[in-house]
Every structure is written in structure tokens, then in C-alpha cells.
């Protein structure tokens, strides 16, 4: 599952609310519960479903026959989870026949009676008849997942005009049980069935392969979809509606892509890199994509970023990207690498349990580096990887343990520890044993386990039978421990001895001291040397010999460590470090420095070098940090800024330079600020349209005006509707509001508050007005637990009472007694 982090950007505030779960002060309570893996009594052998949707109830009519077996010790009852349902009927297959069993159901679990005491491994059958009611259970969420019912009805009577019906699923971690009873736990294995009945303009996806069509008389259709190989409850899927189906291939299996129909055009834009990287997955792992078909499906209003269900992954609908978006780049690209990992990570070899969902998310995350460094490069790959580990460090989350047998809720072990820090644990396993025994302890791991759950221990085994190695000391380090170095480093050279010296100080606050494997690099000139040291006391001094001072001398020199540095480098050792030392982070590291020392002339050099960077994220980088007010770097980085502005091959690289160009308001850029406001690009044409607003406002609105009339997203929509709005320009209402009430809660919805409060502060149209505060309310209403409790408030202290403030002022009481009634009690207070 690819999780979500929520950023607010209003006019009024910035707000970043962390993907992490805050423990209520002074309750400790669940520190003391152990979280052990399911007990196995009974064990999932074949699940047959029969699915009938009521969507104007929101029901759905089922029938399923489950056949398991007792796990090892024999045993005469069974326990299901069913959640909210309607039982009407439990029973024993007898053949042809059935047996009516005695059960009790407290709306949760369903307790049955079993015929007889059945030996472990002998097989049995139970039949249920029910109902499901999904919109009426009530289960918690997590930051990756904002919801948890299970089943959910789209737009199920059509009320939307805008918004397609649809029916999809959402298992992980227990939501299949709410429209299938089952034992849902990660640990169980089942092979499936299932037939959907919808109505026949529909097209279905299921796990496995799609083996039946039959047409009813009552317009509707039952499709029946089978799993040969057996997967965990939360994998099963069933998704419907009016999609349109792209279709390709890999090896010969069907590769599907269901989109809204607007999109076909561009499906395989966004999702025509599967079969490749399906190929790349499979060879690098030795291990085939093991399931027979692969198909990916957008939702609407779905509760997460995507699901990796076997053979049938769900996708967010911000995976639908226009061609206008693609021209920046795929921003799903590496989403859709995640979830496809999973299908070995998580599917094939399943965790036991939820503390160990290191075994699949960890994975999934680190997969979007490896496939950014194969089709990309290393410089893509280190971004990534810095920009993973930078979530983990931002997320507060030192003290949690990767491998959490303590926790609160199950939900909660969808964090930046078992995503972000997970892939980065791995990235510096994979740079300590190496590439060749990295991927072939990955292949023993996957082969031993295949179609089995698995804990850490298990990959652990596979790194030591692989390297010959005793490993203990990295998983207890990493995998059973908490938090991460943070190091000092000081570097010094002794003329007299000729040695060179670098200290190392452990300083996290924790006092606990960790081990790590780590080369030193020692510069003369171009040439380098490397040793390799372990730092593993609370100060390690490692000395080397030089002939003369090194120009630089690097610490952990292949940038993998997971940590926080203090180093005391020169401008001069930065400067080498950049042209020599040469990889990703070693640049970054430079450019950073430089940035900070921009009235030193070298600084400035070696900023204007950078702007010609390889790596369009390092040019990004520079332009985004000149101190274009200091007139000298004005100066020599003008020209470059131009030819950047004019030609460079990165859209998002180029829309920063015409950013930064607008400093230096000279009407003589005009024409490539203009001829940037038509280009393909949605943020090179929004950039270049603020930068008009800047220098010519009255221009500017008139092409605003011209734009409203064709689709926009991202900066264009946002440049178009900020003008509009500070313009107080009534002709813009309907693209302002309307754009507003299309975006699903995203980031994208919440950064546009701000250009939305702006304009129906200046309206004095009574009802654009209220339309406008409605949807903010509504906006507020709609944010999932647990950002809600954490925003809700900002939107009414800062936005809506503001706003009602402003309109007092103005006169407008109609205005400000309509958004008083869209505030809590406790903040109409002073009004």
C-alpha cells in the first residue's frame, strides 16, 4: 500500500500533518499488550464467493462457501470475522446437500458450532448466506488508510452528475470481512472465487483470472473470476463500474488498465512502463511475476494512495494524469512500481503479522529507488532515496521500533518507520553485503516462503545462508531497534606526522550506540582511496597517511547512511567534493554549502557550475537558492537563468528558471515569458503566467480570462485562479468553485483554501459566497481522522472566523451571518 501525507497551504497558514499516529497523554496501556501473530486453529483452504449489489441500499446480497481445515490440533467449532453483517444462514456442505450448524454472532465474530471434532488437515466446508452493510460498520483508519469499512458504494444512485458509479474493496489490514466472512488475518492463505452480479454495461476486475461471462435476464451480468494460487483474505478484491479497459501484455499475460474513459487515450502513458517493469522485477529477483494476469484500476473517492490486492491493484485517482501533466512527468510512476513489488512482497510472501509489515511496505518503498536508479540513473535513484529518508527524519517516529510487537492499533504500523526507514535500512543492507548477494538473499527469502507468511527472522536467515555471515547484529540494530545515528565529524591533518584524522562522534541523545560499516574516501587531486572502518563507539578516531594535506577526505562516501551529520568541510573540500567526489549527495552536499556562502566568490562559482548540472533536480536546486538580491550573483547567474528559461530539457527545471527570472523585471523577457504562457507544460505555462501577473497585471488577467476556457491543473490552475481572485473577477466564480468541488480531499484541494478564501473575501455575490464557505465547511467535514482533529480547527480559527470578521467590516452581514452558521459554538464567540 502506498500511504499519503497531507499538506495544508492556505493564505492564512502552512500546516504539514504527519502520516503518524500521537498517543494520548498518559496512556500507556497498550505498551503492556504483546501483539502476537494469529493463532492458527482453523486455516483458509478455498473461499467461494457470490456477490449480488443492492446500490440503492448500499447492500450486498452474499453467499460464500469457505473450506478449511483444523491448522494442527483437532477441533469442533470455528471462528469467523464478519463484521456488521446480516447471517441468515450457516451450514455444513454435505455434497449436494447442506447441514444447518448452531452459531453465535455478536456482530463481529461469528462463532459456529462444527457437526463433529474434525483432525488437523482434514477438510471441511461451511456455507453462509448474508448481508452485508458496509455503510453501516464503523472501523478506525490509519495515515495510510483513512477509512476501513471494507466495501464502498460510489455515487451509488447516480446524485453525483460528475462522479461515475463505481464499487471497489479495500482489505488491508481486516476490511475483507466486512463483505466476507473469513478469518482475516495476514498469516492466513486461501485460493478464490468470486462471481459479480452488476449491471451488464459494467466491466468487473477480480484476483485471478476472468473465467465466465453470463448475461441475465434482468439487464444485469455475472462475471465469475478465479484465484488458482493462494493469497491472504486482505489481497481479495472486487472492483465494477463503467471503465474503460487498456489493454497489453507481459510474457504473453494479460496487463490491464481500467480508467475513466476520458483517460484512455493516455492510460498507457501512465501505466505503459507495467510490463517493463515486471520484467525488470522478475530478473533482478530470479524469481518470475509469479500470478497470472496483472491489472491496475483507478478509483474514485478512494481511502488510500494504492493497494496492492493480488493480481489487481487499486489506484487513487490521482493516478490519472492529463498529457498536459505528463510533459512534466509521470508523478505516479513510482507508485505504480511500489504496489507492482508487492506482488512478491507482500503477496508471494506475506508478513505474519502486522508488526512485521517491514516485510512488505519496507520493500514497496525501496523498490521505487531501484526502479528510479534502472530506468533513471543513480542521481534519480539517490533522490529518492534522500527524499524516503528525509520523510523518515521529519516524522518523529525515533523511538518506534521497525519490527513493533508493541503498538496501539494494527493501523498504526502504516508509518514513515515501516515505509520510509524500512527502504532505507535496505538500501544500507544492500550496500554492505553487495548487489550480487543482496538480490540473491532476496530470491532464497521469496522461494522458501512463496505462497507462505513470514517475520524478519526469516529474511535474516536468507542474508546469512546467502553472504556466510552472522547478521544478528544488524537486525537486532535495525530491524529490533530504534532511532538512528546522528554524527559529528571532524576532519583535521598533521602536517608533522603526515596524518590525516577523522573523529567520529555518536550524539544521539538516546545513548545508544550504533554499529555501522562505512568507507572513508581520501582525495589528491582526482584520485581516491578508500578505507573501510567501522564506527561503532561513542567516539571512533580513524587516522590515514598523507603524503600532503588531502583535498578531501569523505565519510560514508557512497552516501548510504541513515543518519543525521555535522561535518566541518571547507568551501574549498566542498568545491572538490562536487567535481570529483561526483555522486548524487556528494553534489547535493555542495551546492547546499555554497548556497549558504553566496558573498564568497567561490560559492558563486561553483552555484553558476551547477546550474549546468547533469541532473535537472540539481539545477532545480540552485535556482530555487540564489540570492538573486545580491546584485553579483544576479549577475552571473542572469545569462544561464535565459538559456535555462529558453531550453532547458526538464519542463520543471525550466518553469523554475522563468520563476526566477521575474526578479530581475526586465521587459526584454517578455517574449519568453509570454511564449512560455502556451507551452504543453502545466507548470512551465503556470509559472510563466504568475510572472506576467508580476509585470503586467492588466495582461496577465487578460490571458486568465482566455485560459479559463480550456482544462487546467497543477500551477496553471492555480496561476489562472489566483489572478482571477485578487482581480476580484466575477467571471471566474464558476472555474474557481467549481474546480474546487471537483478535486477529491488531496493536497491539491487543500493548497487551493488559500485562492478560494481570496476570492469570496472580495466577492460581494451573497451566493458565490456561500457556495464558496459551503465548500471549505465541507472540505473541513471530510478530512479523515486522524488530520481532521489536527485541521478542522485551522480552517475555522484562521479561514472561516477571519473571513466572517472581514465581512462585518465590509458591511456584508448577510455574508457573515451565513458563515457563522458553518462554525462551531466556541468560535462565534466575539461576534
Given at each position: 500500500?502506498?500511504?499519503?501525507c497531507?499538506?495544508?497551504?492556505?493564505v492564512?497558514?502552512?500546516?504539514?500533518?504527519?502520516?503518524?499516529?500521537?498517543?494520548?497523554?498518559?496512556?500507556?496501556?497498550?505498551?503492556?499488550?504483546?501483539?502476537?501473530?494469529?493463532?492458527?486453529?482453523?486455516?483458509?483452504v478455498?473461499?467461494k464467493?457470490?456477490?449480488?449489489?443492492?446500490?440503492?441500499?448500499?447492500?450486498m446480497?452474499?453467499?460464500?462457501?469457505?473450506?478449511?481445515?483444523?491448522?494442527?490440533?483437532?477441533t469442533?467449532s470455528?471462528?469467523?470475522d464478519?463484521k456488521g453483517?446480516?447471517?441468515?444462514?450457516?451450514?455444513?456442505?454435505?455434497?449436494?446437500?447442506?447441514?444447518?450448524?448452531?452459531y453465535?454472532y455478536?456482530?463481529?465474530?461469528?462463532?459456529i458450532?462444527l457437526?463433529?471434532?474434525?483432525k488437523?488437515?482434514?477438510?471441511y466446508?461451511?456455507?453462509?448466506?448474508?448481508?452485508?452493510k458496509?455503510?453501516?460498520?464503523?472501523?478506525?483508519?490509519?495515515?495510510a488508510?483513512?477509512?476501513a469499512k471494507?466495501?464502498y458504494?460510489i455515487?451509488?444512485?447516480g446524485?453525483e452528475?460528475?462522479?461515475?458509479?463505481?464499487?471497489w474493496?479495500?482489505?488491508?489490514?481486516?476490511?475483507?470481512?466486512?463483505?466476507c466472512?473469513t478469518?482475516?488475518?495476514?498469516?492466513?492463505?486461501?485460493?478464490e472465487?468470486i462471481?459479480?452480479t452488476?449491471?451488464?454495461?459494467?466491466?468487473?476486475?477480480?484476483?485471478?483470472?476472468?473465467?465466465s461471462?453470463?448475461k441475465?435476464?434482468d439487464?444485469?451480468?455475472?462475471d465469475?473470476?478465479?484465484?488458482?494460487?493462494p493469497h491472504?483474505?486482505?489481497?481479495?478484491f472486487?472492483g465494477?463500474?463503467?471503465?474503460?479497459?487498456?489493454?497489453?501484455?507481459?510474457?504473453g499475460?494479460e496487463?490491464?488498465?481500467?480508467?475513466?474513459?476520458?483517460?484512455?487515450s493516455?492510460?498507457?502513458?501512465?501505466?505503459?512502463?507495467?510490463p517493463?517493469?515486471?520484467?525488470f522485477?522478475?530478473?533482478?529477483?530470479?524469481v518470475?511475476?509469479?500470478w497470472?494476469?496483472?491489472?491496475?484500476?483507478?478509483?474514485?473517492?478512494?481511502v488510500?494512495?494504492a493497494?496492492?490486492n493480488?493480481?489487481?491493484?487499486?489506484?487513487?485517482?490521482?493516478?490519472?494524469?492529463?498529457?498536459?501533466?505528463?510533459?512534466?512527468?509521470?508523478g505516479?510512476?513510482?507508485t505504480?512500481?511500489?504496489?507492482?513489488?508487492h506482488?512478491?512482497?507482500?503477496?508471494?510472501?506475506t508478513?505474519?503479522?502486522w508488526s512485521?509489515?517491514t516485510?512488505?511496505e519496507?520493500?514497496?518503498?525501496?523498490?521505487?529507488?531501484?526502479w528510479?536508479?534502472?530506468?533513471?540513473?543513480?542521481?534519480?535513484?539517490?533522490?529518492?532515496?534522500l527524499?524516503?529518508?528525509?520523510?523518515?527524519?521529519?516524522?518523529?517516529?525515533a523511538?518506534?521500533?521497525?519490527?513493533r510487537?508493541?503498538?496501539?492499533?494494527?493501523e498504526?504500523m502504516?508509518?514513515a518507520?515501516?515505509?520510509?526507514?524500512?527502504?532505507?535500512?535496505?538500501?544500507?543492507?544492500?550496500t554492505?553485503?553487495?548487489?550480487?548477494?543482496f538480490?540473491?538473499?532476496?530470491?532464497?527469502?521469496?522461494t522458501?516462503?512463496?505462497?507462505?507468511s513470514?517475520?524478519?527472522?526469516?529474511?535474516?536467515?536468507?542474508f546469512?545462508?546467502?553472504t556466510?555471515?552472522?547478521?544478528?547484529?544488524?537486525?537486532?540494530?535495525?530491524?529490533?531497534?530504534?532511532?538512528?545515528?546522528?554524527l559529528?565529524i571532524?576532519?583535521?591533518?598533521?602536517?608533522?606526522?603526515?596524518?590525516?584524522?577523522?573523529?567520529?562522534k555518536?550524539?544521539?541523545?538516546?545513548?545508544?550506540?550504533?554499529?555501522l560499516?562505512?568507507a572513508i574516501?581520501?582525495?589528491?587531486?582526482?584520485?581516491?582511496?578508500?578505507?573501510?572502518?567501522?564506527?561503532?563507539?561513542?567516539v571512533?578516531?580513524f587516522?590515514?597517511?598523507?603524503?600532503?594535506?588531502?583535498d578531501?577526505?569523505?565519510f560514508?562516501g557512497?552516501?548510504?547512511?541513515?543518519?543525521?551529520?555535522?561535518e566541518n568541510?571547507t568551501?574549498?573540500e566542498y568545491?572538490?567534493?562536487?567535481?570529483?567526489?561526483?555522486?548524487?549527495?556528494?553534489?547535493?552536499?555542495?551546492?547546499?554549502?555554497a548556497a549558504?556562502?553566496?558573498?564568497?566568490?567561490?560559492?558563486?562559482?561553483?552555484?553558476?557550475?551547477a546550474?549546468?548540472?547533469?541532473?535537472?533536480?540539481?539545477r532545480?536546486?540552485v535556482?530555487?537558492?540564489l540570492?538573486?538580491?545580491?546584485?553579483?550573483?544576479?549577475?552571473?547567474?542572469?545569462?544561464?537563468?535565459?538559456?535555462?528559461?529558453?531550453?532547458?530539457?526538464?519542463?520543471?527545471?525550466?518553469a523554475?528558471?522563468?520563476?526566477?527570472?521575474a526578479i530581475?523585471?526586465?521587459?526584454?523577457?517578455?517574449?519568453?515569458?509570454?511564449?512560455?504562457?502556451?507551452?504543453?507544460?502545466y507548470?512551465?505555462?503556470?509559472?510563466?503566467?504568475?510572472?506576467l501577473?508580476?509585470?503586467d497585471s492588466t495582461?496577465a488577467?487578460?490571458e486568465?480570462?482566455?485560459?479559463?476556457?480550456?482544462?487546467?491543473?497543477?500551477?496553471l490552475l492555480?496561476?489562472?485562479?489566483?489572478?482571477?481572485?485578487?482581480?476580484g473577477?466575477?467571471?471566474?466564480?464558476?472555474?474557481?468553485?467549481?474546480?474546487?468541488?471537483?478535486?477529491?480531499?488531496?493536497?491539491?484541494?487543500?493548497?487551493?483554501?488559500?485562492t478560494?478564501?481570496?476570492?469570496?473575501?472580495n466577492?460581494?455575490?451573497?451566493?458565490?459566497?456561500?457556495?464558496?464557505?459551503?465548500d471549505?465547511?465541507e472540505?473541513r467535514?471530510?478530512?479523515?481522522e486522524?488530520?481532521k482533529?489536527?485541521?478542522?480547527?485551522?480552517?475555522?480559527?484562521q479561514?472561516?472566523k477571519?473571513?466572517?470578521?472581514?465581512?462585518i467590516?465590509?458591511?456584508?452581514?448577510?455574508?457573515?451571518?451565513?458563515?457563522?452558521?458553518?462554525?462551531?459554538?466556541?468560535?462565534?464567540?466575539?461576534?
Amino acid at each position: 500500500m502506498k500511504k499519503l501525507c497531507v499538506y495544508l497551504t492556505a493564505v492564512f497558514f502552512t500546516l504539514q500533518v504527519s502520516a503518524q499516529h500521537e498517543e494520548m497523554p498518559g496512556d500507556t496501556s497498550w505498551e503492556k499488550e504483546y501483539r502476537a501473530a494469529a493463532t492458527r486453529i482453523n486455516d483458509l483452504v478455498h473461499t467461494k464467493l457470490d456477490a449480488k449489489f443492492d446500490f440503492s441500499k448500499s447492500y450486498m446480497y452474499g453467499k460464500v462457501w469457505i473450506t478449511l481445515k483444523p491448522h494442527f490440533y483437532p477441533t469442533d467449532s470455528l471462528t469467523l470475522d464478519a463484521k456488521g453483517m446480516e447471517i441468515k444462514k450457516v451450514a455444513l456442505v454435505k455434497g449436494n446437500s447442506t447441514k444447518d450448524l448452531k452459531y453465535n454472532y455478536d456482530g463481529w465474530l461469528l462463532h459456529i458450532d462444527l457437526d463433529k471434532t474434525y483432525k488437523g488437515g482434514e477438510q471441511y466446508t461451511i456455507y453462509i448466506d448474508y448481508t452485508a452493510k458496509p455503510d453501516e460498520v464503523k472501523v478506525k483508519g490509519s495515515a495510510a488508510i483513512n477509512d476501513a469499512k471494507g466495501l464502498y458504494f460510489i455515487n451509488p444512485r447516480g446524485e453525483e452528475k460528475d462522479k461515475p458509479t463505481q464499487i471497489w474493496t479495500q482489505g488491508e489490514t481486516e476490511g475483507t470481512s466486512v463483505w466476507c466472512p473469513t478469518i482475516d488475518k495476514p498469516n492466513q492463505k486461501t485460493t478464490e472465487e468470486i462471481s459479480m452480479t452488476v449491471p451488464a454495461k459494467f466491466v468487473t476486475l477480480s484476483n485471478g483470472k476472468l473465467v465466465s461471462q453470463k448475461k441475465n435476464a434482468d439487464g444485469t451480468r455475472t462475471d465469475s473470476w478465479k484465484m488458482d494460487l493462494p493469497h491472504a483474505p486482505y489481497l481479495f478484491f472486487m472492483g465494477t463500474g463503467d471503465f474503460a479497459v487498456i489493454k497489453d501484455s507481459y510474457k504473453g499475460k494479460e496487463v490491464n488498465y481500467y480508467v475513466d474513459k476520458e483517460y484512455a487515450s493516455v492510460a498507457k502513458k501512465i501505466f505503459g512502463y507495467t510490463p517493463e517493469m515486471m520484467g525488470f522485477f522478475s530478473k533482478i529477483l530470479g524469481v518470475e511475476y509469479p500470478w497470472v494476469k496483472y491489472s491496475q484500476m483507478v478509483a474514485h473517492d478512494y481511502v488510500s494512495g494504492a493497494m496492492e490486492n493480488t493480481t489487481a491493484t487499486l489506484h487513487q485517482e490521482s493516478a490519472q494524469q492529463d498529457a498536459r501533466e505528463l510533459t512534466d512527468k509521470n508523478g505516479w510512476e513510482n507508485t505504480i512500481a511500489h504496489e507492482l513489488f508487492h506482488q512478491w512482497f507482500g503477496d508471494l510472501v506475506t508478513t505474519e503479522s502486522w508488526s512485521n509489515l517491514t516485510l512488505n511496505e519496507s520493500f514497496a518503498n525501496y523498490s521505487e529507488t531501484i526502479w528510479s536508479e534502472y530506468k533513471y540513473g543513480k542521481d534519480a535513484a539517490a533522490a529518492e532515496n534522500l527524499t524516503d529518508m528525509r520523510g523518515y527524519l521529519q516524522s518523529n517516529s525515533a523511538k518506534k521500533d521497525l519490527v513493533r510487537y508493541y503498538y496501539a492499533n494494527r493501523e498504526d504500523m502504516f508509518d514513515a518507520v515501516s515505509y520510509n526507514k524500512g527502504g532505507r535500512i535496505l538500501h544500507m543492507l544492500r550496500t554492505y553485503v553487495g548487489d550480487s548477494a543482496f538480490f540473491k538473499a532476496l530470491n532464497l527469502y521469496l522461494t522458501t516462503n512463496k505462497f507462505k507468511s513470514a517475520e524478519a527472522a526469516q529474511l535474516r536467515l536468507a542474508f546469512e545462508e546467502v553472504t556466510g555471515r552472522d547478521l544478528h547484529w544488524f537486525w537486532n540494530q535495525w530491524h529490533y531497534g530504534n532511532g538512528h545515528p546522528q554524527l559529528n565529524i571532524d576532519y583535521s591533518y598533521d602536517n608533522a606526522t603526515k596524518k590525516c584524522m577523522v573523529v567520529v562522534k555518536q550524539t544521539q541523545a538516546d545513548g545508544n550506540i550504533f554499529k555501522l560499516p562505512v568507507a572513508i574516501d581520501v582525495y589528491e587531486g582526482a584520485n581516491k582511496k578508500r578505507y573501510n572502518v567501522w564506527v561503532e563507539n561513542k567516539v571512533d578516531t580513524f587516522t590515514f597517511s598523507a603524503n600532503t594535506k588531502p583535498d578531501l577526505v569523505n565519510f560514508d562516501g557512497d552516501k548510504t547512511l541513515l543518519c543525521i551529520k555535522k561535518e566541518n568541510k571547507t568551501l574549498d573540500e566542498y568545491i572538490h567534493q562536487y567535481k570529483y567526489a561526483g555522486n548524487y549527495m556528494d553534489r547535493r552536499e555542495a551546492i547546499e554549502f555554497a548556497a549558504k556562502n553566496q558573498k564568497d566568490a567561490k560559492a558563486i562559482a561553483l552555484l553558476k557550475t551547477a546550474l549546468k548540472d547533469k541532473f535537472y533536480e540539481l539545477r532545480s536546486l540552485v535556482i530555487n537558492n540564489l540570492d538573486i538580491e545580491n546584485e553579483t550573483v544576479k549577475a552571473e547567474m542572469e545569462s544561464t537563468l535565459v538559456e535555462i528559461a529558453k531550453n532547458d530539457p526538464s519542463r520543471l527545471t525550466k518553469a523554475d528558471a522563468i520563476s526566477a527570472l521575474a526578479i530581475y523585471n526586465d521587459p526584454k523577457y517578455m517574449p519568453i515569458f509570454k511564449a512560455a504562457i502556451n507551452d504543453s507544460s502545466y507548470t512551465v505555462a503556470g509559472n510563466a503566467l504568475q510572472v506576467l501577473s508580476i509585470m503586467d497585471s492588466t495582461a496577465a488577467l487578460a490571458e486568465a480570462k482566455r485560459m479559463m476556457k480550456e482544462p487546467a491543473k497543477g500551477n496553471l490552475l492555480g496561476a489562472i485562479t489566483g489572478i482571477l481572485a485578487t482581480a476580484g473577477d466575477e467571471s471566474g466564480a464558476e472555474l474557481i468553485l467549481g474546480s474546487f468541488e471537483k478535486m477529491p480531499v488531496s493536497q491539491s484541494k487543500l493548497d487551493m483554501v488559500g485562492t478560494l478564501v481570496s476570492f469570496i473575501s472580495n466577492s460581494k455575490n451573497n451566493e458565490t459566497v456561500k457556495r464558496g464557505v459551503s465548500d471549505i465547511a465541507e472540505l473541513r467535514d471530510a478530512i479523515p481522522e486522524p488530520y481532521k482533529t489536527q485541521i478542522a480547527p485551522i480552517l475555522n480559527k484562521q479561514v472561516l472566523k477571519p473571513l466572517a470578521q472581514k465581512k462585518i467590516i465590509d458591511g456584508l452581514k448577510e455574508q457573515a451571518d451565513f458563515i457563522l452558521t458553518k462554525l462551531p459554538e466556541e468560535d462565534k464567540k466575539g461576534f
